[in-house]
């Protein structure tokens, strides 16, 4: 199932695209621009407040700023008798499931049946097992070879790695998390963290006069899975007037635009003018980058109108 691994046959790159690497990503002038921006606004008590009404409970969700949205987090999750955590749904709860989830991915390296169960756990964690399941299930001989390929690929930082490239790289809204948890500063990037993540983009924009978003931080997004009818519609779309934004495509394209995020925001926490931010003063199973990864989860539930 995994033969690609040995010899990959890679997307062919787009005439104007450029596979960076971490730093060449990090020097372009507007994310330089956009990183400097966010360190200094990242306490804003102004600029980040956000409200919705959760659709399935009615209530009204709000936050002042950053911080304090992912004080307000909220992830209903299942819980792991085999792995000791039980169902819960604050940030402490889920911390403390995504630590025994991590704990096993590492586990279960060399051992198909285990990460197999490893990554269906995560899948679990996260509700996202469907179409997820049945791949894992599909691919169960050699899986491990394949999350550790992977994995190593994206450490190095280099999105001209051939492994990211592959037009056979399984990467969506379910692998990110298991990624997440075992690669190197990488955060799950779905399409909650993809709508809020643009959202700032737009608030940078607009305080600097900015007409169209920059092509490196032309972060895409993906709608909410919801029916076609839904009465309230969720809008993840964070395009506003002629700041627009494209939609995310699964495989190689998700995961060049995950690793740009992570170096984003990993940039934002390392700079000087984040140092005395909370999110860097965190203790427990919520790193900072995880923290930063939940509140823009909680925002990009629903940007609104």
């Known amino acids: 199932m995994i033969s690609w691994l040995a010899g990959q046959t890679c997307e062919k790159a787009n005439s104007q695209e450029h596979y960076m690497k971490r730093q060449d990503y990090l020097n372009r002038p507007q994310v330089a621009a956009f990183i400097n921006w966010l360190a200094s606004e990242l306490d804003s008590q102004v600029l980040f407040r956000h409200q919705y009404v959760e659709r399935r409970s009615g209530k009204k969700w709000q936050c002042q700023s950053l911080y304090n949205a992912f004080q307000a987090y909220k992830?209903?999750?299942?819980?792991?008798?085999?792995?000791?955590?039980?169902?819960?749904?604050?940030?402490?709860?889920?911390?403390?499931?995504?630590?025994?989830?991590?704990?096993?991915?590492?586990?279960?390296?060399?051992?198909?049946?285990?990460?197999?169960?490893?990554?269906?756990?995560?899948?679990?964690?996260?509700?996202?097992?469907?179409?997820?399941?049945?791949?894992?299930d599909t691919n169960r001989s050699g899986l491990s070879k394949l999350i550790q390929t992977v994995r190593l690929a994206i450490d190095t930082g280099d999105l001209g790695h051939p492994v990211l490239r592959s037009k056979h790289l399984r990467f969506n809204a379910g692998m990110t998390k298991v990624y997440a948890l075992i690669c190197e500063d990488f955060l799950i990037y779905d399409s909650r963290v993809a709508a809020a993540l643009g959202w700032l983009v737009v608030k940078y924009c607009e305080a600097h006069g900015i007409a169209k978003v920059p092509d490196a931080l032309c972060f895409p997004w993906a709608a909410a899975k919801e029916g076609?009818?839904?009465?309230?519609?969720?809008?993840r779309d964070p395009g506003a007037a002629e700041l627009k934004f494209k939609r995310l495509r699964p495989g190689s394209h998700h995961l060049k635009w995950n690793l740009q995020a992570s170096w984003l925001l990993s940039a934002v926490l390392a700079h000087p003018q984040a140092a005395t931010s909370p999110f860097n003063h965190r203790t427990g199973d919520h790193a900072p980058l995880r923290a930063l990864e939940a509140s823009l989860f909680m925002i990009g539930y629903d940007l609104g109108a």
């Open 228 to 235: 076609e009818n839904a009465n309230a519609p969720k809008r």
């Open 75 to 136: 992830w209903n999750h299942p819980g792991n008798d085999r792995l000791g955590f039980v169902a819960g749904d604050c940030s402490t709860s889920n911390g403390l499931a995504l630590s025994a989830l991590r704990k096993d991915l590492f586990a279960a390296a060399g051992n198909d049946t285990l990460m197999l169960q490893a990554a269906r756990d995560v899948m679990a964690w996260g509700g996202v097992t469907a179409g997820n399941g049945k791949w894992l």
